[in-house]
């Protein structure tokens, strides 16, 4: 008998912790998916190094007798359950799309949760125990070749105002029936892929609508709930999202990620319609600049966009899997 293949392998060992095959793979399908590529040439490389250092400071933690409570996790868990909650537009509807109940949910970000404020906690120590004045910065940065200073990701929060110029029922009419021409074009046995290099209005039409490897919480919910549907070559119907209307084709399955191209069009905005949102926001800018009315209060007031208005036009993060989902935080490298 031929000896079977393991399951997963160990790839790094930290104290009592374990990083596997399977956690570098989970993560590099989602960055290939986000188009993040490797600033050295290998992307797991940094993966793997990002999962250890992870692990070194869960470990030492561990060693300093650093602890996470329970009721710290439970209080981060239910703020994130609120926030996705607030997004999809309620607990019922957050449990709908997981197809999972809000204990479910919570326990599958529990781990992930404990992990992230342990970490913190840890480094929070460290850096407490640094003292770097600005003068040794300055040095340091005057004697160091930008060539040789790594890309360090930074966080950032920001607020916003939105206003949605409307568009008109022939416009969406227009649109439907392209797509559902395309649609019975593809039926017919033409190319998924050509027709979305053609027609498609998205970014992705270049690679022929392809998205690469995403999870449910990464795409929008409408998309989601029609991809995940699909069996393997299959065409969706028509999907409205909030960022257009979609044909769908599901390439392949993988866990619990999946592959899709799609197909984007979207109504256009009459140039009438443009200038009174582009007048409507000038509007908003004067009140806050000349009757110093806050941004906060004018996004709860004034913005259209459902899903930032209520906590002041101050944007969360809404990629589930990213450490800062549910968050007002967003990553870029500097």
């Known amino acids: 008998m031929s000896q079977q293949e393991p399951v997963d392998q160990v790839i790094g060992i930290v104290g009592n912790d374990i990083v596997k ?57 239910d703020r994130r359950v609120d926030i996705f909650a607030s997004q999809i537009g309620s607990k019922e509807e957050l449990e709908a799309y997981f197809n999972k109940t809000i204990l479910e949910i919570k326990d599958d970000f529990r781990d992930a949760i404990r992990d992230q404020l342990l970490t913190e906690k840890m480094q929070q120590e460290v850096l407490g125990e640094i003292n770097i004045t600005p003068t ?45 021409n395309l649609r019975e074009r593809i039926i017919n046995g033409e190319n998924f892929a050509t027709l979305a290099v053609l027609y498609s209005e998205g970014p992705s039409a270049s690679q022929g609508g392809e998205l690469g490897y995403m999870t449910r919480g990464q795409l929008d919910p409408a998309y989601a ?53 582009t007048e409507r926001l000038d509007s908003i800018r004067n009140l806050l600049l000349v009757d110093s009315i806050a941004f906060k209060t004018a996004a709860i007031l004034y913005s259209e966009d459902k899903k930032s208005k209520i906590s002041g036009g101050l944007a969360i993060n809404a990629n589930f899997n990213s450490d800062l989902a549910g968050t007002s935080r967003f990553l870029y490298r500097i």
């Open 225 to 277: 709930s029609a991809a995940f549907t699909l069996q393997k070559g299959g065409v969706s119907r028509i999907v409205e999202s909030d960022f257009g209307y979609h044909l769908i084709q599901l390439i392949d399955k993988k866990d619990n990620a999946i592959n899709t191209r799609h197909i984007i069009l979207k109504p256009k905005i009459s140039e009438d319609a443009a200038l009174k949102a």
């Open 21 to 77: 095959a399977s956690n570098i793979e989970q993560q590099y399908l989602q960055f290939k998916a986000q188009r993040i590529e490797s600033q050295y040439g290998d992307l797991k490389c940094e993966i793997l190094e990002d999962l250890l250092i992870q692990k070194l400071f869960i470990h030492q933690a561990r060693v300093d007798s650093i602890e996470v409570s329970e009721a710290e996790v439970e209080m981060q868990l």
């Open 136 to 180: 040794e910065v300055k040095q340091f940065y005057k004697n160091t070749s930008k060539d040789s200073l790594p890309l360090i990701e930074g966080q950032f929060e920001y607020r916003q105002i939105a206003v949605y110029p409307p568009h008109s029922e022939n416009e969406t009419y227009r649109v439907r029936e392209q797509l559902l």
